[in-house]
């Protein structure tokens, strides 16, 4: 099997990492492009791949082709490549907005097999969340076969397309969400005396854990927040002041804003609804 990406930035780079790592292909195996030199040789010299500015050249001989370039280059890059993807070739694009009905119409090339995903940041340490979509034509077999490859840096969710956004809101973003309630535990912690480089270790080992505790357990989060909360005692006075303060309802409001930009982002870049 071979692999193609055309853009070799940080989302790319993890993504080869992951793939590497897991032993799915071998380095010879998996050909980049991107516009300079310098992240050419980097890539080269880090994972061992086959680099070319060419993305002519990646996207002719892949089997799978990463689409990986910011949205804004699409339109330049498809144009680049539309009449030597071959029809065999599996498209994925891992770009924010860019819907399987623009991918679709900027290739003209109806036989295509497209797949949509939305990778989040935490990829960069093979602990992604990706949704995926995918046009008709793309068969189970080859559905999973891309699966496979994205399970390689963090876990994927297959979903209509209709509820990218909504990917977008819980997984995509999320990670600022995450990041903003860890530095304000620290800043907490650095309030009453703790120095920070160990305020941050202690905030995110707990998060990491909290969250490994509930994937790995299947418990319902109330259920685990139940049993933290001892009668009379701290955690319970803790979550008493976020109840007061409406935590859980701010959280979904800010999701319910992050969605709602992504929609009227992807209706602009695009100029089309998604429908059910």
Avoid: W
């Amino acid at each position: 099997m071979k692999l193609g990406f055309i853009g070799l930035g940080n989302m790319a780079t993890a993504m080869i990492g992951g793939i590497l790592q897991k032993g799915l292909v071998k380095p010879q195996e998996i050909t980049g492009s991107a516009r300079t030199q310098e992240t050419l040789a980097r890539a080269a010299e880090k994972y061992a791949v086959n680099v070319t500015l060419d993305n002519r050249e990646v996207a002719r001989n892949a089997d799978i082709l990463f689409l990986a370039v910011k949205p804004q280059l699409f339109p330049e890059v498809i144009a680049q490549i539309r009449d030597c993807v071959h029809p065999r070739t599996l498209v994925v694009s891992i770009a924010a907005g860019r819907t399987l009905a623009y991918l679709r119409e900027a290739f003209q090339r109806p036989e295509l097999k497209l797949i949509r995903c939305m990778p989040n940041t935490p990829a960069l340490v093979l602990e992604g969340c990706t949704g995926v979509c995918a046009t008709e034509n793309v068969t189970k077999e080859e559905l999973q076969q891309v699966l496979e490859v994205m399970n390689a840096f963090g876990t994927t969710g297959v979903l209509p397309e209709r509820l990218m956004d909504v990917v977008v809101g819980i997984s995509g973003s999320s990670p600022a969400y995450v990041f903003l309630f860890l530095e304000a535990m620290a800043d907490a912690a650095v309030a009453e005396g703790m120095p920070r480089a160990q305020a941050y270790q202690f905030a995110a080992q707990a998060v990491l854990g909290s969250a490994r505790l509930m994937l790995e357990t299947g418990k319902h989060p109330g259920e685990l927040k139940d049993m933290v909360c001892s009668p009379g005692g701290t955690t319970i006075q803790a979550v008493k002041v976020l109840e007061e303060m409406g935590f859980r309802g701010t959280v979904m409001d800010a999701v319910e804003a992050c969605i709602a930009k992504s929609r009227e982002m992807n209706e602009r870049m695009n100029g089309i609804e998604l429908k059910d």
